[in-house]
């Protein structure tokens, strides 16, 4: 008897693998949107959940962000249970606020998977991103001139959220997809120009495979996973540099608290502009500031209050920040 196709056996090491790092006791559910990969990703959670002796369920987010988003989750929810999920939830969230829709969409979505972890702790979420999904987030952060950290892309794990499928190709996931006999729908979203990824994944990639050959996609997660390990250990001494920063005692009263973080600035002068600038950068989004409207221009100026001070007074930040400088203090605020 011959065994499943080699993209199914793929997807089902994957997956597999990733089980097998979990405590027995947690619950895994698998994130599906109804495309092909987060419905590989559950056709293999559903085939090997139940031999690791393991509860799987599914959840699906509906955005209301196109006519007849409810249903289509409706739908997706039918897939998983027929599929043996258990439980499936169906998540409908509001999308707005700062940074465009593509954030917007992604807070909202991650907010209910948070949602549905918490409900069911203790749980894991699965995702569906594959390799291709990685060399498109390296080359998105490439084009806004991010850090290591954003170079770094996605991890395969970040807290309860896990990535399994980073290591295979799209077409593989795919392939798997249909041998499984799942039908995928695809988000028009993924096709629309006026989206940075969409346009990333049609013209940007290709573009560059044209140019350069076969591989890049491999090749910039490849890029991905070495800067990944380097910004880590970054991440780590810029933990002690905040801590120090922050413990900082302060003489006086000050001139008001503030409604976010206070840093003194001896400690960041004296650090390198690598850890100063993480530092920086943690205490505005710590203020409020959204991740994707931060920019590295933002952080710039942020530096120059520490290392160029000539008196300018504060800083505007993305979300109605401000960073002020009063002596021989940072204080991030409304």
Not at 95 to 123: K, N, Q, S
Not at 285 to 296: I, K, N, R, V
């Amino acid at each position: 008897m011959s065994g499943p196709h080699p993209a199914v056996a793929a997807v089902r090491s994957a997956v597999r693998r990733a089980l097998a790092g979990l405590p027995a006791d947690t619950t895994v559910l698998a994130a599906c949107s109804g495309g092909a990969d987060s419905l590989a990703l559950s056709g293999a959670l559903a085939f090997e959940a139940p031999r690791a002796g393991r509860t799987a369920g599914g959840v699906t987010v509906d955005h209301g962000l196109q006519e007849g988003s409810a249903a289509r989750a409706d739908e997706v929810a039918d897939v998983l249970r027929g599929l043996g999920l258990d439980p499936v939830l169906v998540r409908a969230v509001e999308v707005g606020g700062p940074g465009g829709p593509e954030a917007a969409a992604r807070r909202a979505r991650y907010a209910a998977l948070d949602a549905a972890v918490e409900a069911h702790a203790p749980a894991v979420v699965l995702l569906g991103h594959t390799l291709d999904d990685q060399a498109e987030t390296v080359l998105l952060g490439l084009a806004r001139g991010s850090g290591a950290r954003s170079l770094a892309g996605m991890a395969p794990r970040n807290g309860h959220l896990l990535r399994p499928l980073l290591g295979l190709d799209r077409s593989t996931v795919r392939r798997a997809c249909a041998e499984m006999g799942l039908r995928a729908w695809e988000d028009p979203h993924n096709l629309d120009p006026r989206f940075a990824r969409s346009r990333v994944r049609h013209e940007a990639l290709p573009a560059l495979e044209k140019a350069l050959g076969p591989g890049i996609a491999e090749a910039l997660a490849r890029t991905a996973a070495m800067l990944r390990a380097d910004a880590d250990i970054l991440d780590r001494f810029a933990d002690d540099l905040l801590a120090e920063a922050e413990a900082v005692p302060e003489a006086g009263a000050g001139t008001g608290a503030g409604t976010g973080p206070v840093l003194a600035v001896d400690p960041l002068v004296a650090a390198p502009a690598s850890l100063r600038t993480r530092v920086l950068r943690r205490a505005a989004l710590a203020a409020g500031c959204p991740a994707s409207a931060l920019t590295a221009r933002h952080v710039r100026e942020l530096d120059r209050l520490v290392t160029d001070w000539r008196g300018q007074s504060h800083i505007d930040l993305p979300g109605g920040v401000r960073c002020r400088r009063v002596a021989r203090r940072l204080r991030f605020g409304a």
